[in-house]
């Protein structure tokens, strides 16, 4: 079996509602094709066409995509999606998915109403059947290790749910703006900031039995997980207390209970992926439908070939089907 854990799918309601309500700081405009303009450039139109989509789900005999929105509205400059925005979503989400039984919708959690936000992705599991969510990287001006989102965890864990993390532009990290570094370098460097925060804040401490996958093989988390031990044990000059505050383990045993997607576009990457997450926490994910991806599974096709058929079978599917059978 093949799952693409790492997908984006909308429908044009959505962004005919943008067009009229923008909400993550790009006004989004029709364009003379028919299409989305987000400011000045076109949205890619395989965000919300399906043909193309799922013709590509044939030819690479993949079984499950789970897809989550437009990565954009996970959060945005100063806010993110508020209980009835997050309903709005999620509704768009079942409709999107529901011409396929190959696509499965993953929840956008109410991040930006803390004080509902447990209890609506509760509601969301229970009404279109998600088995899991996308969450982002921050919660707009607040960060994701804020005690206020501790019911969201608790949910998340007592629901068995997938949660894939992934980051949207609204935390930008200085002279990011040129060359589009904001996807290519801050996306990956965000995540690891934002999981490094969890890990030492104690969330995966409180619950380890959450399952988080991160998008784009971890950023840059699992590359820097030794120099978070070393951090961690540094004895007297940088010895930081807050540290060990809330956590009982070494940091990079908190990162081995995570999970990390292929979308790293290199073998040696992959392998070092592998060698340290071990195979039952690397899945196979493509970031479709975006040109900075592997939307088709060329670059992981060739080296998942390469492996036994026992670790590709887990990457391939094995390691997310055995969250998914059982969430919800």
């Known amino acids: 079996m093949i799952v693409d854990v790492h997908a984006h799918l909308a429908t044009r309601d959505l962004f005919d509602h943008l067009t009229e309500h923008p909400v993550f700081g790009k006004m989004m405009s029709k364009n003379s094709e028919g299409g989305y303009n987000i400011g000045a450039g076109p949205l890619d139109s395989l965000?919300?066409?399906?043909?193309?989509?799922?013709?590509?789900?044939?030819?690479?005999?993949?079984?499950?995509?789970?897809?989550?929105?437009?990565?954009?509205?996970?959060?945005?400059?100063?806010?993110?999606?508020?209980?009835?925005?997050?309903?709005?979503?999620?509704?768009?989400?079942?409709?999107?998915?529901?011409?396929?039984?190959?696509?499965?919708?993953?929840?956008?959690?109410?991040?930006?109403?803390?004080?509902?936000?447990?209890?609506?992705?509760?509601?969301?599991?229970?009404?279109?059947?998600?088995?899991?969510?996308?969450?982002?990287?921050?919660?707009?001006?607040r960060t994701l290790d804020d005690p206020a989102f501790e019911p969201v965890w608790s949910v998340a864990e007592e629901l068995g749910l997938f949660l894939f993390m992934h980051p949207a532009r609204d935390r930008q990290i200085e002279r990011c703006e040129d060359y589009n570094l904001n996807t290519i370098v801050a996306y990956p460097m965000e995540t690891g900031i934002t999981v490094s925060r969890?890990?030492?804040?104690?969330?995966?401490?409180?619950?380890?039995?959450?399952?988080?996958?991160?998008?784009?093989?971890?950023?840059?988390?699992?590359?820097?997980?030794?120099?978070?031990?070393r951090g961690f044990?540094?004895?007297?000059?940088?010895?930081?207390?807050?540290?060990?505050?809330?956590?009982?383990?070494?940091?990079?045993?908190?990162?081995?209970?995570?999970?990390?997607?292929?979308?790293?576009?290199?073998?040696?990457?992959?392998?070092?992926?592998?060698?340290?997450?071990?195979?039952?926490?690397?899945?196979?994910?493509?970031?479709?439908?975006?040109?900075?991806?592997?939307?088709?599974g060329e670059c992981a096709a060739p080296w998942l070939a390469g492996l036994d058929d026992a670790t590709r079978a887990k990457i391939d599917g094995g390691n997310a089907m055995a969250i998914l059978e059982t969430a919800g």
């Open 198 to 229: 969890l890990i030492f804040a104690g969330v995966f401490e409180r619950h380890p039995g959450l399952k988080l996958c991160l998008a784009h093989g971890g950023g840059t988390l699992v590359w820097l997980a030794a120099r978070l031990d």
């Open 47 to 141: 965000c919300y066409d399906l043909e193309p989509r799922l013709a590509s789900l044939s030819a690479r005999n993949v079984d499950v995509q789970l897809v989550g929105t437009f990565n954009p509205l996970l959060h945005w400059m100063g806010g993110a999606p508020d209980a009835a925005f997050s309903r709005y979503i999620n509704a768009d989400t079942a409709k999107a998915v529901a011409a396929d039984k190959r696509l499965w919708g993953m929840a956008t959690i109410a991040f930006g109403d803390p004080d509902t936000a447990a209890e609506e992705l509760r509601r969301a599991v229970g009404e279109y059947g998600f088995k899991g969510a996308h969450v982002g990287i921050s919660a707009g001006e």
């Open 233 to 296: 044990w540094a004895p007297v000059f940088e010895h930081n207390p807050a540290q060990h505050e809330h956590i009982t383990k070494r940091p990079s045993e908190y990162v081995k209970q995570l999970y990390v997607d292929t979308c790293v576009f290199g073998a040696e990457q992959l392998d070092f992926l592998l060698s340290f997450m071990g195979p039952d926490h690397v899945m196979f994910g493509t970031d479709y439908p975006f040109e900075i991806a592997d939307s088709e």
